[in-house]
């Protein structure tokens, strides 16, 4: 690029850091939470936990207890064990809106499928079926984990982890050695794994004796000794295959972290915090982390769903409203879909336009837009509602840069935003930009990590009136 006009408009918030500090030590704590919580269920289970033990009440057993909410309340919802929510009840009524800030929790993925354990030719393996927008060649030859939960008859789950301590073996999905990939060479990328070679290596001990498949009988004794599970277990259980190991600092300066799904988590958590952090807002805030988003928020722990306007019920049937009091508290709310977007990639700049597209380093995107093609699928933000939160971020000096999803008709992509903007509430995309999104590795900048959580904790304290911009 010739005279930078992005750069001009959107410096690195590396210049403007005074306390660097304070960004290093935020992105330790990021990175601790995202090598820990790897699947949906472990974010909910943790948030909920950590919030627990600052003081959030269960809203269900408040409503059940037919209590009453005030202003400094704090409460928190858990469904399906994916989606959990959290409020921090504000001075104004509810009828006035929320401020919500709203991500996904689940990742692309691998998941075992119901039948997943077979023997072929003197190995066990497993069947998978991945889940989400994956680069399937992506996933083979590196050490995976298995996460997840079992339902045995009867309701007793048994929940599993694999391959994260340094002591665990870790599951592995081969690939053609070099040397006899002349043929696959030949194959579009897109085809060059098949679904159908998603198969982990689980095992190659065979039984004593000349008992046939006697390396999966093997294999079903271990699980059955170790974990309890039966192989009919497989058809009531949720085990998801994810990258093994945790995050790391990258680059030589230490300034990036290299981490399998940040795609979350990496709104997830300086959301989470904002939250934590904030005591009596003027309007009620909330953080919500559901499921589903990257297979298009279907099911009851999706955005799709009327998980949103359940809960709010509860909070204005808590404070004394009715059904109108909670579809004026939705219609009133302002969201910010936290959801990350792409960063310009110096390694391959022809996929994006570069005074469109976010950088690593300058703060948290704000992307009118998601979409694919002529904007399909996009919620589009309104220019009113941009500038009502430019002007928040600008207030508390934030870092912040504009984005999107790289270049015109090359692909595109989609978030939880069109589903929260049915209610009438007003609804913008902003996260953090990464680079090599959706790979078993994606790589963010801790600047933008500190910057977004500055930013998501001065949206949630704001007592901006979103009335005024609308004229
Ligand atoms: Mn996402
Ligand atoms: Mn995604």
Redesign the pocket.
């Known amino acids: 690029m010739s005279k930078n006009s992005f750069a001009d408009l959107y410096p690195s918030a590396w210049k403007g850091t005074a306390d660097r500090s304070a960004v290093m030590a935020f992105a330790k704590d990021y990175r601790e939470f995202v090598s820990r919580c790897k699947t949906e269920r472990e974010t909910a289970a943790e948030t909920v936990r950590a919030a627990r033990e600052a003081g959030f009440r269960d809203l269900d057993e408040l409503c059940a207890a037919g209590a009453a909410l005030k202003a400094g309340d704090k409460v928190y919802v858990m469904r399906q064990n994916k989606a959990a929510a959290f409020f921090v009840i504000g001075e104004r009524p509810l009828t006035d809106g929320l401020r919500l800030i709203c991500s996904h929790a689940d990742a692309?993925r691998l998941d075992l499928r119901p039948n997943p354990l077979y023997e072929k030719d003197g190995m066990a393996l497993m069947k998978t079926h991945y889940y989400?927008g994956i680069k399937k060649y992506q996933w083979t030859a590196v050490p995976l984990a298995l996460h997840g939960v079992a339902v045995k008859k009867g309701g007793e789950r048994v929940s599993v982890v694999i391959g994260e301590d340094a002591n665990d073996p870790v599951l592995y999905i081969s690939d053609l050695p070099a040397h006899l990939a002349a043929d696959q060479y030949k194959k579009k990328l897109a085809d060059g794994i098949a679904g159908e070679e998603l198969n982990l290596i689980v095992g190659s001990i065979p039984l004593d004796g000349d008992k046939a498949e006697g390396v999966k009988a093997a294999i079903l004794g271990l699980l059955k000794e170790k974990y309890c599970i039966d192989e009919k277990d497989f058809a009531s259980a949720e085990f998801e295959i994810v990258p093994a190991g945790g995050a790391r600092d990258a680059g030589l300066d230490a300034s990036l972290i290299a981490s399998y799904a940040h795609?979350?988590r990496i709104c997830v958590y300086p959301a989470f915090r904002s939250l934590l952090e904030t005591e009596r807002p003027a309007f009620t805030s909330g953080v919500l982390f559901v499921d589903k988003e990257?297979v298009g928020s279907q099911g009851n722990s999706g955005m799709n769903s009327h998980l949103m306007e359940n809960i709010v019920s509860r909070l204005v049937r808590l404070s004394g409203g009715d059904l109108f009091d909670r579809d004026a508290a939705l219609e009133n709310s302002v969201l910010l879909s936290a959801d990350v977007c792409v960063g310009y990639d110096p390694n391959f700049p022809s996929a994006f336009e570069p005074n469109n597209t976010a950088r690593l380093g300058s703060g948290p995107v704000l992307m009118k837009y998601a979409g694919a093609r002529g904007k399909s699928g996009a919620n589009d933000a309104s220019a009113e509602l941009m500038a009502f939160v430019r002007d928040i971020f600008d207030e508390a000096g934030v870092s912040w840069q504009i984005g999107g999803m790289g270049r015109i008709d090359l692909g595109g992509g989609g978030t939880i935003a069109p589903f929260a903007a049915k209610y009438g509430m007003q609804v913008l995309d902003c996260g953090v930009a990464l680079l090599s999104?959706?790979a078993p590795c994606e790589l963010a900048s801790k600047a933008d990590i500190y910057e977004t959580y500055r930013g998501y904790k001065a949206f949630l304290n704001s007592a901006a009136e979103m009335k005024k911009y609308l004229g």
């Open positions: 692309p989400g795609d979350d990257e999104m959706h």
